[in-house]
């Protein structure tokens, strides 16, 4: 398929609510089982019955998908967290559906006696039909199905390609009645190979949802990455997740460079609002803030020198020291040297160094230049970064280091 078809898709998948698309199944559901039955009754095929059964199952499903659609977002006093999993509750019944559709195409198969089977060629039309379709209709469903992040519409689109290949089935059961090797009974069993595995498939993802599986690893991951780049945090303890149907619920410890309730507050809602925008449907993001009880202390010192002593110029310090102290005894832990990488730029070099150093998690910038009410000052208040004033000319001095 071509990138301009591919387009085409997405945008009609799209455009199309998820609980339409539900009602749509439910049509293409009555279409297969009407079309099917004439020919089950005009054929006499083992094989065209089964599919019938199979038809009739899977538009009990179909609706099914529109009423777990119609009740996942709802909220009540009784369901404060709403009724998300109804969705994956609908797929798991599904699943038990394409079960008891195996069981009952396998029986036929196995013990049934074996029937007088009528071809007409009116009937490969007729399939034909019936199995372009469902194809059709399962590539734009799945699509709608992972926009949405609908696992009964995933679930739903899967069963219509098990309905095309099944139907194919029929189509050569047919075929093979002018030959001298009908396999009627042959391409029923078939069928139930096929709907076993697509079964099975549905059955462990809804299991999943419905046990709080976790988050796969690699979204854990990239969930952890944003909030461990917001300026403010020191430290992530754990994040956690799980899927709730189409949507997601986020859970995460940590610690936070904060000195105050409201800086707490707007930093929570800030890492909230990065986790949301990062990936879709994330319902609720639960955010447990942790004391800091970290034995260090971490300074960005601007330098007129690489040796030297403290700059006079924030933003035009040639280098600053980034050092960690012990906070009992104020001993040396770590100390190296940076580069001001944004001494070349005309305008603006506090603000961005204000910026950088945000992003070294350090607790406190000593300066000798006034910063109060210019942009630096703003930028190291909202990351929770201390700005303290100093006359010291020695970094030593200034940090009190032992």
Known sequence: MDEQTTTKAGTIATAIRPERWGWLSLLVNVVLVGVHGILAIASGSLAVSAEVAHNLLDLLGAVAVVIGIRLAGR??????YGLYKVESMVALGLACLVLLTAYEIGRDALLSDTPEVHVAPWMFVLLILTTALPLLFSHFEYRAGQTARSPALIADALEYRVHAFTTGLVFVSLTSQWSDWPLDRIAALLIVLVVLKTAWSLLADAM???????LDADTLQKIRQTIESDPMVIEVNWVTGRNAGRYRFVECGLVLRANSRRKVENAVQ????AVRDMTTYIERVLVHVEPSQSPHIR???PLATANGPISEH????????IVTLRRDNRSLVERHLVVNTFLGIERGKGIRVAEWLATQKVDVVLSREQLQGKGPSYVLRDAGIELRLTEAHEPEAAIGMS
């Open 75 to 80: 909220k009540s006093r009784r369901f404060p």
């Open 208 to 214: 999943r949802v419905l046990l709080d599986a976790s």
């Open 270 to 273: 800030r890492i909230e609002t």
């Open 299 to 301: 300074y960005a010192i």
């Open 314 to 321: 924030f933003g035009e310090a040639p280098y600053f020291a």
